[in-house]
């Protein structure tokens, strides 16, 4: 091995020059998101057929079991996991020094450290050591190898505790199946929300048992969605379900006719118009609707957000929207959840920033004491068209090449709202012009990395230059995935 030679006749100070602290952005492995801190180490590990994966504590060893079985399927190695240090070691110490997300990784030639305060900590290093191994880890069946990755000394942690996803089911419906391996692909980038956009206009996707003509053929049923909700707890993923109101709710009013002010139930609707349906915010029983939605929906789901959406209600007068949303308050407390929202929402914890034509929302927001998550529709939503030439998706808030959605920072992209008024970032994907898994893929990647990027690395450690370049070594696990992805002239990919 010449590198190893190379190491053997360095002398002390060559080997203190190699070993000064480097830019994790631009200098050593191609990591995204970028760590906090990295330092490149003398040396390097490689995985032999007979290594051992060990875990002390049984808090961690899910987490090991879930490594082993990635690392098995492409090296074809056996990689027992046993309860004592080992080749790879993965270690839950209690420790609160790095937060509920943060880790340490050091690579040396004697094996791999991970280790982190909680099992979550440790997920979020296992993503960090899958990006340092070769791309060719990420097949689905045994690879040659080796199995070498460089020596590194990384201690990393969250700028933002709400790093998300959003799915849109309700326009086009996408089974559990494609649902959890959009999950799977958002948490290798330590993605940790998933807001499911369950109903709209054009759909109804959960099945609620005291409204049972809500849901259609194209829906999860309750155990559906608690299968997803498990899965994704499993990758330390929290799902934040969307019921959205008073407007965006054709559906509903195509399934209950009482629901309507006339008592006449609309037609179903498969167009992409928005803004025409409302709730009927002066009938008692919308308040009774809502409640058993609200109760249902949240039994099922064990975080601490229901979402009512209240975005782009039009057709609700602004009093009655006000009137609604603080009945919906209640609603929400009552069931022991935190209200989430768009920007227009009138009460709740969190709203979600997303129109960049309306920052006076967002301001509005947090003058009365919300967190924002902000998704500024410019730059984080994945539907938009990379170019004029882009298959799918819409063009309204403009086109959003890699750049565009790499090139910003939630602290600075609404003037007035800084650091301390932000809960987190999210990566909205509307479907209307989507129905494939292949169509998802196209439009979240390369735009969903970069995204995940900015909600956990800090703002000082990013540069769009270091982030292309990194990017592009991320083809090819994206390629060993099955993924389909846009490749944007921007990216000097591998
Ligand atoms: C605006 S973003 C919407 C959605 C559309 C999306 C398309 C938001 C809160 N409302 O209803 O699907 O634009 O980009």
């Given at each position: 091995?010449?590198?190893?030679?190379?190491?053997?006749?360095?002398?002390?100070?060559?080997?203190?020059?190699?070993?000064?602290?480097?830019?994790?952005?631009?200098?050593?492995?191609?990591?995204?998101?970028?760590?906090?801190?990295?330092?490149?180490?003398?040396?390097?590990?490689?995985?032999?057929?007979?290594?051992?994966?060990?875990?002390?504590?049984?808090?961690?060893?899910?987490?090991?079991?879930?490594?082993?079985?990635?690392?098995?399927?492409?090296?074809?190695?056996?990689?027992?996991?046993?309860?004592?240090?080992?080749?790879?070691?993965?270690?839950?110490?209690?420790?609160?020094?790095?937060?509920?997300?943060?880790?340490?990784?050091?690579?040396?030639?004697?094996?791999?450290?991970?280790?982190?305060?909680?099992?979550?900590?440790?997920?979020?290093?296992?993503?960090?050591?899958?990006?340092?191994?070769?791309?060719?880890?990420?097949?689905?069946?045994?690879?040659?190898?080796?199995?070498?990755?460089?020596?590194?000394?990384?201690?990393?942690?969250?700028?933002?505790?709400?790093?998300?996803?959003?799915?849109?089911?309700?326009?086009?419906?996408?089974?559990?199946?494609?649902?959890?391996?959009?999950?799977?692909?958002?948490?290798?980038?330590?993605?940790?929300?998933?807001?499911?956009?369950?109903?709209?206009?054009?759909?109804?996707?959960?099945?609620?048992?005291?409204?049972?003509?809500?849901?259609?053929?194209?829906?999860?049923?309750?155990d559906d969605y608690r299968e997803i909700v498990r899965y994704a707890a499993e990758r330390f993923v929290t799902v934040v379900p969307e019921i959205d109101t008073p407007?965006?709710?054709?559906?509903?009013?195509?399934?209950?006719?009482?629901?309507?002010?006339?008592?006449?139930?609309?037609?179903?609707?498969?167009?992409?118009?928005?803004?025409?349906?409302?709730?009927?915010?002066?009938?008692?029983?919308?308040?009774?609707?809502?409640d058993d939605v609200v109760r249902e929906v949240a039994a099922l789901t064990p975080g601490p957000y229901l979402n009512l959406g209240g975005d782009e209600a039009h057709?609700?007068?602004?009093?009655?929207?006000?009137?609604?949303?603080?009945?919906?308050?209640?609603?929400?407390?009552?069931?022991?959840?935190?209200?989430?929202?768009?920007?227009?929402?009138?009460?709740?914890?969190?709203?979600?920033?997303?129109?960049?034509?309306?920052?006076?929302?967002?301001?509005?927001?947090?003058?009365?004491?919300?967190?924002?998550?902000?998704?500024?529709?410019?730059?984080?939503?994945?539907?938009?068209?990379?170019?004029?030439?882009?298959?799918?998706?819409?063009?309204?808030?403009?086109?959003?090449?890699?750049?565009?959605?790499?090139?910003?920072?939630?602290?600075?992209?609404?003037?007035?709202?800084?650091?301390?008024?932000?809960?987190?970032?999210?990566?909205?994907?509307?479907?209307?012009?989507?129905?494939?898994?292949?169509?998802?893929?196209?439009?979240?990647?390369?735009?969903?990395?970069?995204?995940?990027?900015?909600?956990?690395?800090?703002?000082?450690?990013?540069?769009?230059?270091?982030?292309?370049?990194?990017?592009?070594?991320?083809?090819?696990?994206?390629?060993?995935?099955?993924?389909?992805?846009?490749?944007?002239?921007?990216?000097?990919?591998?």
């Amino acid at each position: 091995m010449p590198h190893r030679r190379l190491a053997a006749l360095m002398t002390a100070s060559a080997l203190a020059t190699s070993c000064a602290p480097s830019s994790p952005d631009s200098d050593g492995p191609a990591l995204v998101p970028v760590p906090a801190s990295l330092r490149v180490t003398e040396g390097s590990f490689t995985l032999a057929s007979d290594a051992r994966i060990g875990v002390r504590s049984a808090e961690g060893a899910p987490v090991a079991e879930e490594l082993a079985r990635l690392l098995r399927r492409s090296t074809g190695y056996a990689l027992p996991v046993v309860r004592e240090p080992a080749e790879i070691t993965l270690e839950v110490s209690g420790d609160q020094e790095l937060g509920r997300e943060g880790y340490t990784l050091d690579v040396t030639p004697g094996g791999v450290r991970l280790a982190a305060g909680t099992a979550e900590g440790v997920f979020r290093g296992v993503q960090t050591l899958r990006q340092l191994l070769p791309a060719a880890i990420e097949s689905p069946a045994p690879q040659p190898g080796p199995w070498t990755i460089g020596g590194v000394s990384i201690e990393d942690r969250p700028r933002f505790s709400y790093r998300g996803v959003m799915l849109d089911v309700a326009r086009h419906f996408f089974t559990v199946e494609q649902v959890k391996r959009y999950i799977d692909l958002a948490a290798s980038y330590k993605v940790n929300v998933l807001h499911l956009h369950l109903t709209d206009d054009q759909g109804w996707r959960i099945e609620i048992r005291s409204w049972p003509e809500l849901a259609g053929d194209d829906s999860y049923t309750q155990d559906d969605y608690r299968e997803i909700v498990r899965y994704a707890a499993e990758r330390f993923v929290t799902v934040v379900p969307e019921i959205d109101t008073p407007g965006h709710t054709n559906a509903a009013l195509a399934a209950y006719a009482e629901l309507n002010c006339d008592g006449v139930a609309r037609e179903p609707y498969e167009g992409t118009e928005v803004g025409f349906s409302s709730l009927c915010v002066d009938k008692e029983v919308t308040y009774r609707f809502l409640d058993d939605v609200v109760r249902e929906v949240a039994a099922l789901t064990p975080g601490p957000y229901l979402n009512l959406g209240g975005d782009e209600a039009h057709s609700t007068d602004p009093e009655d929207y006000e009137k609604f949303v603080a009945r919906a308050q209640q609603i929400v407390d009552t069931h022991g959840k935190r209200l989430m929202g768009w920007a227009e929402i009138t009460s709740g914890s969190v709203a979600q920033h997303w129109n960049p034509r309306e920052p006076d929302r967002a301001r509005a927001a947090v003058a009365r004491g919300a967190k924002l998550v902000m998704s500024p529709a410019d730059h984080a939503y994945l539907d938009m068209k990379y170019t004029d030439s882009t298959e799918y998706g819409l063009d309204w808030a403009g086109l959003v090449e890699v750049s565009d959605s790499y090139e910003w920072d939630p602290a600075t992209v609404v003037e007035g709202v800084g650091e301390q008024d932000i809960l987190g970032v999210e990566a909205p994907l509307w479907t209307e012009t989507l129905a494939t898994s292949d169509a998802l893929e196209f439009m979240a990647y390369p735009r969903l990395p970069g995204i995940a990027e900015i909600g956990w690395s800090p703002a000082a450690a990013r540069s769009w230059e270091g982030y292309r370049a990194r990017l592009a070594a991320h083809g090819p696990r994206w390629s060993a995935r099955s993924v389909t992805f846009y490749r944007s002239p921007e990216i000097p990919w591998k």
